[in-house]
Nanobody, 128 residues
Framework: QVRLEESGGGSVKPGMSLRLTCAASGPTSHIYAVGWFRQAPGKDRQYIAALTWGISDTSSYYNDDDDVRGRFTISADNARKTVWLQMKDLKPEDTAVYYC?????????????????WGQGTQVTVSS
């Protein structure tokens, strides 16, 4: 089975940047999509962005929330073994545990309930 491990979280001040890494192992060639989600205390898991692999290219998708779109960028290597989430201009409301998740079948990439595999998460804290 696919295994995922996030890294790169930490404590930063508002306005700073972080790059999260999702390292995948196992049969990564089976992965259709990898998504990034976050969950703040007392809140539902929120979709941030996802990247899908086609026959010859990748496509990236983002949450339409203006507060996310434009500040976060998803990217990946061709081997589907590493997916990054670059975050800039971080705000206190970005504080959450960030998760990556993988889909091995075609499904709605914004819905966390359909993902097949999850990492353990990495904490991001933004505070002055």
């Amino acid at each position: 089975q696919v295994r995922l491990e996030e890294s790169g979280g930490g404590s930063v001040k508002p306005g700073m940047s972080l790059r999260l890494t999702c390292a995948a192992s196992g049969p990564t060639s089976h992965i259709y999509a990898v998504g990034w989600f976050r969950q703040a205390p007392g809140k539902d898991r929120q979709y941030i962005a996802a990247l899908t692999w086609g026959i010859s290219d990748t496509s990236s998708y983002y949450n339409d929330d203006d507060d996310v779109r434009g500040r976060f960028t998803i990217s990946a290597d061709n081997a589907r073994k590493t997916v990054w989430l670059q975050m800039k201009d971080l705000k206190p409301e970005d504080t959450a545990v960030y998760y990556c998740a993988a889909l091995v079948h075609f499904a709605l990439i914004t819905n966390p309930d359909v993902y097949d595999y999850w990492g353990q998460g990495t904490q991001v804290t933004v505070s002055s």
